[in-house]
Every structure is written in structure tokens, then in C-alpha cells.
């Protein structure tokens, strides 16, 4: 086991034990750090990769974005320090029954796929790379869905605009 | 227009920020302007404000002669009874019976230095002094008694 | 000659002489842990002494002067006070996340510390997305704010907490977008390449108004970033006595402390790199006399004395400029930064295409 393996376990098991906690816990706001050190350990891990623009992408749009919007909303709505109320014991048998099998489901895709080590040394995709591709209109270039989804966006921001314009109820 | 309304703001506003920032520099490099006074280092050198209000006094001129009449104008204008005046009568050159003020206690614990008692006080008879240290280890040593002994109203003064 | 970038070079040599290239790294790990930990306790006893003195000189005070040779062993008289003092955790609150997050704050600014180039060839690592993973990391530092907020239990701290996550959350696009502005400019995220971009002049004399007003707006944003006055809502000591650290004491309240200082620090360092050309000395045109003088200066000291100065800016604000409201500020930063930064980027874009910068 070299250093690089021991840094990945450590990556993997930060990840999948702040997930587990993160779904255990009865502190919603607890429940929202943990998720927020499992995405970390997801960008720990594409830095591991060398994938460094990925790993930042991850880090400003899941951590520094989609977290703190959860937190807000729990703060918004929750009380400090109370506890959710016990789950019914059907309740969790059938969470856990699904989320085996989903998980036995992701793991038999996992061993039927053949994974094939790629020829030669493989070039490490810089910011321009990724660019040129994303504004790319011929064979292979993503102009097209990146566009699609600057439409989504568009309508999300005027959604916001008609909900705030919106006269008090 | 909206947008040269915008930009006149935007234009206003880094203006009057300059306007402080400039201040503030001006105080940053000129170190002669800083107003602390080091106290206890200072003490034989230590200048106070002239209006400084320190405790109150009762001025005596070199006959042991004091302004006040006794007319109690400061004991009722003084908020939290910091001031007694006490009464003797005293027979003037005529062999009249006058009143005139035995003692001018003076609760320096209660007194809040407010400046009331001097503002009502008619003939000037009382001023504020610019003396401060006054921690002492016995409290019965803050009443103070204003008018010196023996001493007795100037002339002239009604 | 000696320099940052050569006392390093000698040391991975005679390490590497000794070692195996795994231990070499190991040890080469732990040294640089250990500088960046001193460089942290230095920053802390610095800027707060700085502070002191900057605010007392402004207000037309003394400041601390008791402690030391004019008072400059103050903030470590502080230090050792607030090692000493009891860290106090309040009955009600969530135990884990409140000892947690003062850590986490010290763990953000350590990582930001990374991509930054103190002197020539002298840098933790310099990968390829150095700008983005600044601006990335830096985007957590509000979790730390948020989880102190929630776990203290305290209506207080919940409120600064609440301000401190509108406020930088806000702030952080103006921030981004006049960083932008110098990355198409210079047309890289490296760190480095940036630095290198700027030999022939800094990109504040070489880019026109245009980067003047980037520059402008992203000191702006990152004094509102870091929490400070002005923009200090989120520990605005007359309203909520002190935001979200109200409830810590002790080591625990001087690491929030510290890391506000180091924050301080590391902006002012990103700025100083992507405006004030880094360790790159100051050049003017063809005068070689001029040029020549300059460069005896050691790129550190270029670095040092650009991020200090902007330190300086930045505490020159703070005690000039009283307390924005809270309306004031989502004003300024969504009616006014934001549309100028957005229509800056978009003419600094085109004189990049059109090439209208020396």
C-alpha cells in the first residue's frame, strides 16, 4: 500500500462516514455539516485525481452554493439545538431496504463493467481544454446543452423575479 | 435621467468617502494632534479643559470672605440632595438678627457634577473646581462643609 | 544570493541527500506545516499590534504603549492572556459543532495559503486553477461563521451568523468578477503565469480604468467578505453585542480571531498578486537606472510591503467609515457593484480581444 492508496481510503471513508452520519442523525443542522464534509471528501478526492478545476467546481457550487442554501433554510425554519422526533421502526426498515438496493444495484454495475486502464500517459484537462470544449459547435462540442442550460437558469432567475414582484398575499 | 442620476451618486458617494479618508490620513501622519494625556505620568503638567467640572467649591476671598447669602436657590435646584444648607443668625453692625449661613455641606458622593447648582446660585457664591482626585479610604470624608470657619458674608452682597 | 526560493532549494537537496524521496516529502510536509503555522502566530501578533496603532494614530490616540518598547509586545501580553483564560462551552449548545468551528475557520485560511507566491519561485503549490481555488476555499469560510452562529444557541450569534452568510455570500460575486477581470487579461488562473503576465508593468497601470475600477470594487467586496467594518454587521458590537462569537472565550474565541487576521491577510495578498504584479518589483518604462535599483530589492520585501500597504487600505476604512445597515449594504452590493463589475468585465473582455493594454 503506498501513500497515494492510504490518502485515497482516507478520502473514501471521510466521504462514506459523513454520509452515513449525515442520514443518522436526529440534528437537522448537523445533518447539513455532515453532508457538507462528505461533498468536501468528494472534492478531496478529484484533487487526489489531479482534476483540480472539477474538485474547486465542486467546492464553490456543492459547499460554498448548495450548503449554505440548505442552512439558511434550516435556520429560517428550525429551532437551535432540537432534536427530530424518532423515526417509526417500518419507516427505517424500508429506507434501509432501499438504500441497499440501490446500493446492490450500483455495486453489481460496478463489477460487470470491465474497467480498461487508459494507453499511454493521459493529459491532464486544463481550464482552456475545458473551455474550448464547452463553447464547441462542431462534432464532440458541448455549445448546445451549455446553452440549454443557460436557458434553465434564465427561467429560474425570472421565476424569482415574478415571485418577488408578486404583491403581498 | 436614471443613469446619469446613477452615476452622479456613485460619483457623490466615492467623494465624500475620499473627503473622511483624508481626514483620517491627515490625524495618521500627524502625531502632535493626539489628545491622550497620560495621566499619572503627567500629573505635575496635566492640563484640563477649562469647563471640566471637578467637584464644587466655594471661592473665599483673603478676609475670609465668602458670596453666599444663604438663599438655598442651590440645595432646591440640585437634583439628588447633594447640597444642605444650614442656618445660624447673626447680629449685622446695626445689632439687627440676620440669617446667614452656618454651615454649606456639600455630599461630594451624591453630587453628579451636573453644573445646576452653580447655574442657580444668584450671587455666584459657588463654582466648580477642577480637582479630581478625590478616592479617599473613609466615605464621612467626601461631606464636605464649603464655607471656611469663621468666615462670613462679603460686603455688599445681598 | 539569498533568497526564499534558494534557502528551500538547499534544504530539499541536503534533505534528499539524506532520505528517501517518501520521507524527504513527509519531512518537507511538516516543515511547511510548521512555517505556515508561524507565519500565522507572526500575522496574529502583527496585524493586531498594526491594528491598535493604525486606529489609535487615526481616532488621535496613543494606543497600547505600556507593554514593550512603544507597546509592540501588547498583542503578545493578549495572546498569553487568552491562552490562559477558561474556554467555556454554553450548556445549551451543540457541543461537537461549536468546538469544531473555530477549526474549521483556521483549516479554511490554512488552505488558502497554498496558491499564494511569497516570493519569486517560492510557493506552496501552484496548480493550475490557483485563482479558482482561492476563490473556491474561500467560500467555505462562511460555514465556519454559520456553524459558531447555530451551535452557540444564542439569538445572537444566530443573527450575526445569518447577516455574516447574506453579506459574504453577496459579496463573493462582485469579489469574483473583478478577479475575473485580471484572468482575461492575463489569460490563466496560475498563480504564477499571472505574476509573469506582469513583468513589463502591473496590471493596474497596464489595463486602463477598467482594472482601476476592478481593483476598486474587489477591495470593496473583500473588506465585506472578511467582515469588517464597514461591513461588520456580522459581529456589530452596539447591536449583537459580538455576532456569531459571542458565546467562545479563551483559544477558542482568539482562533476566530486570528483567522479573521489571516483572512485579512490572505485577501490582501491575492489582491496585491493580481493588481500589484506579486513579488514582481516596480518598473517603469525604459529607465534602466531606474529598473535596475529596483530589482535589487528582494521580491519578498515587494511582496510584503504590497499586501501590507493593502492591509493598511483596509484598516483605513474601518476607522473611517461608520457601520453600512443592513439594506445598505445589499444595496450597495446588488445595485451598485454588481452591475459596474458585470459591465467591467464585459469592456475589459473586449480590450483584451481588441488589445488595447501595453
Redesign the interface.
Known sequence: MT?SDIIFYILAGLTLGCGVLSVTTR?I??AA?FL?FSL?GIAGIYFWLDY??IA??Q??VY???I??LI??S??LTQQ??EKLPKQRLDRKIFSALAVFSAFALAMVQVYQHSFTAPAGEQPVP??KDIGLKMLNTENGGYALPFEIISMLLLAALVGCIVIALREKL | MFIGKYIKDIWAGIRSLLVGMKRTLYYFTHHKEIITQQYPDNRDTLELPERFKGEVVMPHNENNEHRCTGCQACELACPNGTIKVIFKNELNAEGKKKKAIDKLVYHLELCTMCNLCIEACPSDAIKMAQTFEHSVFDRNQLTKVLNKPGSKIMDGVE | MWSFAHIANELHNWLSNQFNP?WT?IIEMVIAGVAVIGLFAMLGLILVIMERKVSAWMQIRLGPNRVGPKGMLQSLADTLKLLVKEGLTPD???K??FNVAPFIAMIVAMLLLAPIAFASNFQLWD???GV??V???S??M??SI??AG??S?NKYS?MG??RS?AQI?SY?LSAGLSVLAVVVMSGS?QVSDIIESQRNGWWIFKGHIPLIIAFITFIIAVTAETNRAPFDLAEAESELTAGFHTEYSGMKFALFFLAEYVNVFIVCSIGATLFLGGWMPFHIGNWTGFNHAMDYIPSSIWFFGKTFFLIFVIMWFRWTFPRLRIDQLLNLEWKYLLPISMINLLVVTAMAILGWHF
Do not use: H, P
Open positions: 501513500g440534528q443542522f448537523r455539516i457538507l468536501i483540480q478545476f474547486a467546481v467546492i464553490v459547499a460554498g452554493g450548503v449554505v442552512i439558511f434550516i435556520f437551535a439545538g486544463t481550464v | 517518501t516529502l445549551g449548545a451543540d461537537l459543532l496548480l493550475n486553477i479558482l481555488y476563490s473556491a476555499v467560500s467555505l462562511v460555514i454559520l456553524m447555530w451551535s444557541n444566530l451568523a445569518m452568510g455570500v463573493e488562473l
